[in-house]
C-alpha cells in the first residue's frame, strides 16, 4: 500500500473529510510513521494494511489531545510493540 492511500484511509478512519485538515493531519500521519519505523516495525508491515488501526489510532492520539497534551496512547504503544516484534510476520 502507498502513502497517499494509507493516508486517505487513516483520514476517514478518523472522519476527517476532504482536504482542509491535510496540513495538520499529514504532519502527525508521518509522525506516527516515523515513531513505527524507529520502533522497529519492518518495512514490510509499513508498507501493509496491518498498521492502519495503529496508525489511525496515533494519529487520533497526537490530534486530539486531552487537555493541551500531545501522547500516544498505551495502546498504541502496546500495538507499535507487538508489530515490531512480529517482523515480517504474516499471522500479525
Excluded: H
Amino acid at each position: 500500500m502507498d502513502k497517499e492511500e494509507m493516508f486517505r484511509i487513516v483520514k476517514e478512519a478518523n472522519g476527517i473529510t476532504g482536504n482542509f485538515q491535510d496540513g495538520m493531519i499529514r504532519p502527525l500521519f508521518e509522525e506516527v510513521l516515523n515513531y513505527l519505523e524507529a520502533a522497529g516495525v519492518s518495512e514490510e508491515i509499513l508498507k501493509s494494511g496491518k498498521v492502519i488501526g495503529t496508525v489511525s489510532i496515533g494519529v487520533s492520539d497526537l490530534w486530539n489531545p486531552a487537555a493541551g497534551k500531545k501522547e500516544l496512547s498505551s495502546y498504541f504503544k502496546e500495538r507499535a510493540i507487538q508489530l515490531a516484534l512480529s517482523g515480517g510476520n504474516s499471522d500479525v
